[in-house]
């Protein structure tokens, strides 16, 4: 349906540099997260998500277990980053994004490996817990562009996001991909050490829903701009689990497209809280997806 990434317009028109210092501002002191712990990261001041100033990136590869309208034919361009503003206690990378597995990475270094993934045919840019590292990312995209860059940006987060910084990338990623957790404070709070998770999260999937509108898929079956919604059904959680659903289809949009992951299974931490240390039941999940049909999500399914 669209013809080209909505970054390309946004560079044409001298808005992306703009952009860029804007996004640097927020970088340190670092007020790019809700948390706004203000740490001085130039000075190698380490705050609540333990980022370094200088971008850490863990991988970088075409990846086919994402959902299938990104994964396509050659797969998602996948660059997992180092470290994470949330730091769950479940957390299933708890490798990168608690114990910072990774590397440092120039903003050079960075684009060219964008420009690779494109080459090897992936079908978008996915930047997985890419939070605390925005100003670095869209720095690493124009000098991306210059080199020839022409494929949609994923922006692949745990939903903890400030809004000030998402207004500030519209009309610079194409697809915006939240995985909502919670909506019960009670548990963001024991979980995550979020309470405040689900007031964020959900004015932050209304403000990305607002910039890309629902998904769109092109004629070859894969994503070219819009939102995906990610929910992972936790033990114990069935009723969080229908609340996040209610609201998606009261707040965001009927014809939303929601993965609702089964793949839960005690990791980090998990086994610490009773209620976490399984995983989830057939029929927890299945209730989750008989709930989204009842409520008319017909995009909402398990990919």
Excluded: W
Aim: hydrophobic share 35%; aromatic share 8%.
């Amino acid at each position: 349906m669209y013809d080209s990434p909505l970054y390309l317009k946004t560079k044409a028109i001298g808005l992306l540099d703009r952009r860029i210092e804007e996004l640097m501002m927020h970088l340190n002191p670092c007020v790019l997260c809700p948390r706004k712990c203000k740490a001085n990261r130039a000075a190698g001041e380490l705050g609540y998500c333990r980022a370094p100033y200088h971008l850490y990136v863990s991988s970088a590869s075409p990846h086919f277990g994402e959902e299938s309208p990104l994964v396509g034919i050659n797969g998602s361009g996948t660059i997992f980053l180092s470290h994470c503003n949330l730091r769950c206690i479940f957390c299933q990378n708890y490798d990168i994004s608690i114990y910072g597995e990774g590397y440092p990475c120039t903003y050079n270094d960075l684009a060219a490996t964008m420009v690779q993934l494109q080459e090897r045919g992936c079908h978008n840019i996915n930047f997985v817990t890419p939070t605390h590292y925005a100003p670095h990312l869209v720095r690493a995209l124009s000098i991306a562009i210059d080199m020839g860059l022409s494929i949609p940006i994923v922006y692949n987060c745990g939903g903890y996001e400030s809004l000030e910084v998402i207004k500030l990338l519209e009309g610079v990623i194409d697809i915006f991909m939240p995985d909502i957790k919670f909506l019960d404070p009670a548990l963001s709070s024991r979980f995550c050490l979020a309470e405040n998770y689900p007031e964020i999260v959900k004015s932050v999937v209304k403000e990305m829903y607002r910039q890309v509108g629902n998904l769109s898929i092109n004629a070859d079956g894969t994503a070219t701009r819009g939102l995906l919604i990610r929910h992972l059904v936790m033990p114990s959680c069935g009723e969080d689990t229908k609340r996040i659903l209610r609201f998606v289809q009261e707040e965001i949009s009927q014809d939303a497209f929601v993965n609702i992951m089964a793949q839960y299974h005690p990791c980090n931490r998990a086994k610490e809280y009773p209620e976490l240390s399984g995983r989830i039941s057939g029929k927890e999940f299945s209730d989750a997806l008989r709930y989204a049909r009842e409520l008319g999500l017909t995009r909402a399914t398990n990919h």
